[in-house]
């Protein structure tokens, strides 16, 4: 399983903190930048990720903004793309389990980053359920 990170200014910090934790669980990641605390625009971020994601070139992702909003938004216009703005434990859950997707964003502004390591641990552990919520991912894909 591939991982990419993206963030910007305002998520640097909780971007860097997830990179260490998912290294630190031997999984293969590419961070995308920002690679530091300097003003920069959250689309950007969200179409760099949304498309490298889109291009099967990597599995899943984690962006991060300050409120996660902006950032998912842009990595959702990239057809294959399902990125869920996940600042609790039960919507990180549901976001996979329910809605198979494929990125994680978060609001560094909303979450702190204990909470957020635990979003990602939900994330990382919990399969999609297919069945009937698979038919519903067809309906979103078209």
């Known amino acids: 399983m591939r991982w990419v990170l993206a963030a910007d200014h305002a998520?640097?910090?909780?971007?860097?903190?997830?990179?260490?934790?998912?290294?630190?669980?031997?999984?293969?990641?590419?961070?995308?930048?920002?690679?530091?605390?300097?003003?920069?625009?959250?689309?950007?971020?969200?179409?760099?990720?949304?498309?490298?994601?889109?291009?099967?070139?990597?599995?899943?992702?984690?962006?991060?903004?300050?409120?996660?909003?902006?950032?998912?938004?842009?990595?959702?216009?990239?057809?294959?793309?399902?990125?869920a703005l996940c600042n609790d434990l039960y919507t990180a859950r549901m976001a996979r389990a329910h809605n198979d997707a494929n990125v994680l964003a978060m609001g560094s502004r909303v979450v702190g980053p204990g909470v957020a390591e635990a979003i990602v641990e939900a994330f990382i552990a919990t399969e999609f359920e297919g069945g009937r919520h698979a038919e519903r991912i067809v309906k979103i894909e078209r």
């Open 11 to 83: 998520g640097f910090e909780l971007k860097e903190a997830i990179e260490r934790q998912l290294r630190a669980k031997g999984l293969d990641v590419t961070d995308l930048g920002t690679h530091d605390a300097s003003r920069t625009d959250y689309p950007d971020w969200g179409h760099a990720l949304g498309e490298v994601v889109a291009s099967g070139e990597y599995d899943r992702g984690v962006l991060v903004c300050g409120s996660g909003v902006g950032i998912s938004i842009a990595a959702n216009r990239h057809r294959g793309v399902r990125a």
